[in-house]
């Protein structure tokens, strides 16, 4: 119900779209924005249904339920988007409109001859070939590639991240000249790896790759999502190990 208040767990989906009203928390919104980074949350800060909280506990007012939330909405552009029709189907219809008439005429044409004139029993090649005729003939193909197209078309693509709010894109994609993208996630990993390592005046790259992979576990503890990243590099390395400590709030690193 709107209004009502929820609490989320560290690892849990958010149920609905709100306002958090207590907790700090990371929340991956990568399923609608499709960038890797969490979000930041506090109190205030609006959420949306079916991203994952990360860190801490959010307590969350519900602002939008059901088909009024985020994710219900792209659901039905992707429905819709299978349920449109392209601008190839109107040419198909009308010629389906007088195609369909013209074999059903044409069977009942061959089934009259064949009763007519055929063989003994006139009656089952009459049947036979009238049907036949039916069969062969019937536009069932014309009619049902292209709605079958762009079922296939977008279910896949929303399969691999893509959405297509109407199935006209598909057959204009054909003319693109231009094609932008998003980087982070679609040209990229879609996730931070540390790539170098430039070292201060005064210390060692061993030195630091040592420190690094030494504070793992602080890192793993502290609330910035980048932490986790940057003891990895030193992981197979280490000489030694120091201890650190991470600061209350601001997610830094200090040493002892």
Request: include cysteine; charged fraction near 25%.
């Amino acid at each position: 119900m709107l209004g009502d208040c929820v609490e989320v767990r560290p690892g849990e989906r958010i149920p609905v779209d709100g306002e958090v009203t207590e907790g700090r928390s990371f929340v991956d919104e990568s399923m609608i924005t499709g960038e890797p980074i969490p979000v930041e949350k506090s109190a205030g800060s609006a959420v949306v249904g079916g991203t994952v909280n990360q860190k801490g506990a959010l307590t969350l007012r519900a602002t939008a339920v059901g088909g009024q939330t985020m994710l219900a909405q792209i659901i039905r552009l992707v429905e819709q988007a299978q349920g449109s029709k392209l601008p190839i189907q109107a040419v198909v219809d009308k010629v389906t409109l007088w195609f369909v008439p013209m074999v059903m005429l044409i069977a009942a044409l061959t089934f009259v001859v064949w009763l007519a004139f055929g063989p003994s029993p006139a009656l089952t090649f009459a049947l036979i070939n009238g049907v036949a005729v039916l069969i062969i003939a019937c536009p069932c193909a014309m009619g049902l590639a292209t709605p079958t197209s762009i079922m296939v078309g977008t279910g896949r693509g929303a399969e691999m991240g893509v959405l297509f709010r109407k199935g006209e894109a598909l057959q204009l994609l054909k003319d693109a000249k231009v094609v932008a993208v998003d980087k982070t996630g679609t040209l990229t990993e879609g996730r931070p790896v540390l790539t170098d390592l430039d070292v201060a005046s005064g210390f060692e790259r061993r030195e630091v790759l040592a420190k690094s992979r030494g504070g793992r576990i602080a890192f793993r503890a502290s609330d910035c999502p980048c932490d986790c990243r940057v003891g990895r590099r030193g992981r197979d390395r280490a000489t030694r190990h120091e201890r650190l400590r991470i600061g209350d709030r601001d997610g830094r690193i200090r040493y002892r």
